[in-house]
């Protein structure tokens, strides 16, 4: 039996506004509507989290379902102070986020760029190898919704300089699921992978606040990751550095191979292809090949 959320624990420090709903057909979706309608009503940073989301949004426009409360569906309300080009850490570092929140009574989580947190695995599936997928991230810019701050992200017709965009970071973590209630064999949950402690409330907490810390140590650097410290951090739980990769790009633009040797400044996976070339992929699909 999967277990609601308990209200009275949800005080998390930093945070202006945490809400709970029962259903929502996706919590991105959703708070970048209530935002876009009222901005004033979430100061960031916020968090909308729903006990059950019923056509879950992945990256790509791929869905993420989940039975009721057996995960969290959760998206945050957040205006990061750093300049437009360093917005690509944001969901690398909500990943970096989400391995310290998991990684607990021996389980040792890793990120796969460019948004997925895995758990170790016995057996190796293609494109993940001896990992399964336990979270998954999307962050998206609100459209027209400003406040005062920092040079920070933009889109085309976004703020400029002085004025700091809303983005709204979607998390789907599988908590307490079972195997014949995942949607694939590619992933797998914290009960599943041993977690010793797979409490949802307990989980939630911790995460937001691994979010909240990770993002104020990039904000203090300017949005410099490595100036932070987080890219050596991220780089030492990083699945996907030093094995070899496909990377499918996105929209279509072809396909890449190489070794996954680094990122660069803004967060993109730079690829040693076999010519001697290196290659920065902003976006796309990766495989790890070995």
């Known amino acids: ?76 309300l957040l205006r990061p102070r750093v300049p437009a080009e360093a917005m690509g ?35 190796t599936v293609a494109g ?39 983005v709204v970071l979607g998390i789907g973590l599988n908590v307490s699921q079972s195997a014949d209630e995942l949607p694939v064999p590619t992933a797998t949950s914290l009960a599943l992978a041993g977690h010793p402690r797979p409490d949802r409330t307990d989980v939630l ?11 104020r140590r990039w904000e203090q650097a300017d949005g410099d990751a490595a100036a932070a410290g987080l890219l050596d951090e991220y780089a030492a739980v990083s699945a996907t550095l030093g094995t070899r990769v496909r990377a499918e790009l996105a929209g279509g633009a072809g396909v890449l191979e190489g070794e996954a040797v680094g990122l660069d400044g803004t967060g993109a996976l730079v690829l040693r292809l076999e010519s001697g070339e290196e290659r920065a992929v902003t976006a796309g699909d990766v495989w790890h090949l070995r």
């Open 1 to 76: 039996m999967h277990q609601s959320l308990y209200l009275d624990r949800l005080t998390v420090p930093g945070f202006a506004r945490v809400e709970v709903v029962e259903t929502s057909p996706s919590t991105n979706a959703e708070l970048v509507a209530a935002v876009r309608a009222d901005p004033d009503a979430w100061p960031a940073p916020s968090a909308l989290i729903a006990e059950e989301q019923t056509a879950g949004r992945g990256r790509a426009g791929r869905s993420w379902q989940t039975p009721p409360r057996a995960g969290l569906t959760v998206s945050l």
């Open 89 to 123: 850490w944001l969901p690398l570092l909500a990943g970096l986020a989400v391995v310290r929140t998991v990684s607990d009574g021996g389980i040792t989580a890793a990120v796969k760029w460019p948004n997925d947190v895995l758990l170790p695995a016995v057996d």
């Open 128 to 166: 993940l190898g001896l990992y399964r997928k336990v979270a998954g991230i999307l962050a998206e810019v609100v459209p027209g919704t400003t406040s005062p701050g920092s040079p920070a992200a933009g889109e085309t017709g976004s703020p400029g300089a002085g004025e700091a965009p809303a």
């Open 205 to 215: 907490v911790r995460m937001l606040g691994e979010v909240h810390a990770v993002v």
